[in-house]
């Protein structure tokens, strides 16, 4: 055939491009169409730091393999997709030990979730922060497409899972099952996992003791000292806080108080926020009092510091905790301040307040308690939190349990709470006295407007809002930053934690396998009709001139 071709334009005058418009549609029909197969969500790695040397979150970022369910995944080959509510702690373990990389998809509304489930997110979310993991793992906000595709593969497994309970399939039927079945490549672009050599922890420092005529700073200095404190937690699971309610219950603080300290100056109130929590260890507490210790002697005969932790909550107890290290002794101002709060608490709704008493194990390499930064340095110091115990989880959760509603009520609670207690401690205003003992009334009430402006501050190495307001209602305000030390870091961040996820919509191996003998028995089977297709034409011709004698 080719032999008697005088050029190449004979060689579609033949029988040949017969056989490719035959097959060469047939295969097109059975591969994938690359265009609608493609799905892009953008992601958030798992946070990865390091504290005293010790490696926590996820250690990898590379990630092009196979999709599977939290079911159906076997081998170092397999991506497990999934949502976050329907893993459990030893599948998350089992992952971590044998897959080759994880996908989450987070919950669309935690609040709106039942408290069994909340209360498993929260333990899974704590149990994943606490080791390091070797596999790359990834967070995607809800997204309805994605959802769609984690059901489509769950579905699938419970299908198989079905037909093989009910009845086992010919080995021919599972074959093609396989051959025919469709699958999903997963690839992440974009994601490194870089250690940051220039991290950084802003500390930002504040003080409410204002100047009248004919006084000076060495005036101020002389008055009594309480310092106020709390910490903005800038990252958890993953490098996306919800809100930062300890810090919007400080900021109104400084608000209330600058307006009474306008007029009635009887003590020096330093408020600090720092932007490290329970996860780095409190390490910015600890550089601010490294600093200042020592330089500022009144620092140390500070009357008592209140240290700000999960303060708001509204849970179910309805009851403020007062964590210390050392029980007040009778007659100190920490003594006297914890009997105020609790009667003050007693005004609205009969809120508890209770002491809870932890000794600090310097065995732990990390601490429980803001507050204990202090007491190592014999510091009268406590925290106030609307949590028990320092292992609750709910400490450096990323999720919501409250509706935006809920959380305000508990934060103007907390708020006048706090502020009445403290107030009627500076001004020595009789807390027992009820309605008649209510300093922030009238024109000073407290209310849900003053906290929500609050409520999503942010760091001051993305905009300038949190050092705006101390500036706006204190003087002497300060940052300064706590580096990491260049030989023996106590701390390590690392950067690029956003991604961007893709998902293809692919045929299993199997079906590569399928389609390489396809073509491999189309080509056997074109290459011998054209090496024999004299004999093959002698007997077309042979067979048709026989039929044309007999009829």
């Known amino acids: 055939m080719f032999e008697e071709a005088d050029n190449f334009a004979d060689l579609f005058r033949g029988g040949l491009p017969y056989y490719l418009l035959i097959t ?55 991506c497990v997709l999934t949502r976050l ?16 990389g994880l996908v989450v998809l987070l919950p669309e509304d935690t609040a709106a979730l039942s408290l069994e489930d909340k209360q498993h997110i929260h333990l899974l979310e704590q149990a994943m922060m606490v080791q390091d993991v070797p596999i790359p793992v990834y967070f995607s906000k809800y997204d309805p497409k994605l959802n769609g595709i984690i059901d489509e593969v769950t579905r699938t497994t419970v299908r198989t899972q079905k037909q093989s309970a009910q009845k086992r399939d010919s080995a021919f039927s599972e074959i093609f099952g396989s051959i025919s079945a469709n699958g999903y490549q997963i690839v992440v672009s974009g994601a490194s996992h870089t250690a940051n050599k220039q991290s950084k922890i802003p500390i930002i420092q504040g003080e409410l003791a204002p100047l009248k005529p004919g006084k000076t700073l060495d005036g101020d200095s002389k008055l009594p000292l309480i310092i106020v404190t709390a910490h903005l937690d800038t990252f958890g699971l993953t490098n ?43 390490q910015g507490m600890k550089k601010w009092l490294d600093s200042n210790l020592d330089e500022n002697v009144q620092i140390q005969h500070a009357e008592f510091v209140v240290c700000l932790d999960t303060i708001g909550k509204l849970l ?21 301040f914890y009997k105020t ?56 959760t990323i999720f919501e349990d409250d509706t935006a509603e809920e959380q305000l009520d508990a934060l103007e609670r907390n708020v006048k709470i706090i502020a009445e207690a403290l107030a009627s401690h500076i001004y020595n205003v009789p807390a027992d006295d009820g309605a008649a003992g209510e300093i922030f009334t009238g024109s000073m ?81 074109v290459y011998f009709a054209i090496f024999h297709f004299p004999r093959l034409y002698g007997f077309v011709c042979r067979m048709t001139v026989a039929k044309t004698k007999v009829n």
């Open 445 to 525: 009430a407290i209310s849900r407007e003053q906290i929500k402006p609050w409520l999503n501050i942010r760091s001051t190495q993305q905009n300038n809002d949190l050092k705006y307001a101390f500036e706006k209602y204190l003087r002497n305000v300060k940052v300064t930053y706590e580096k990491p030390d260049a030989r023996e870091p106590d701390f390590m961040l690392y950067d690029d934690r956003d991604a961007l996820l893709n998902i293809y919509n692919v045929k299993p191996a199997v079906f590569d396998l399928f389609l390489t003998f396809m073509i491999a028995a189309y080509l056997s089977a």
């Open 316 to 336: 179910a107890n309805e009851n403020i905790y007062m964590h210390v290290s050392k029980p007040p002794k009778e007659g100190t101002a920490m003594n006297s």
């Open 240 to 282: 996306s806080r919800q809100s930062n309610a300890d810090v919007a219950v400080l900021l109104t603080l400084v608000e209330l108080f600058s307006k009474l300290h306008a007029s009635i100056p009887k003590y020096r109130l330093i408020f600090l926020v720092s932007e490290s929590g329970l996860l780095l260890n409190f």
């Open 341 to 396: 709060l609790r009667t003050v608490a007693q005004r609205y709704g009969n809120v508890s307040v209770e002491g809870v008493h932890k000794k600090i194990n310097l065995a732990d390499t990390l601490l429980a308690w803001e507050h204990e930064r202090f007491s190592m340095k014999r510091m009268p110091a406590f925290t106030l939190s609307n949590v028990k115990s320092h292992k609750d989880p709910q400490r450096n």
């Open 24 to 78: 060469l549609p047939i295969l097109i029909i059975c591969s994938s169409n690359p265009v609608l197969a493609a799905s892009e969500f953008g992601v958030q790695r798992m946070s990865q730091y390091d504290v005293h040397g010790v490696a926590y979150g996820c250690r990898a970022s590379a990630l092009n393999l196979e999709a599977k369910s939290l079911y159906t995944w076997q081998t170092s080959r397999h």
């Open 85 to 100: 509510q329907d893993m459990t702690i030893d599948h998350f373990r089992e992952i971590r030990a044998k897959a080759g």
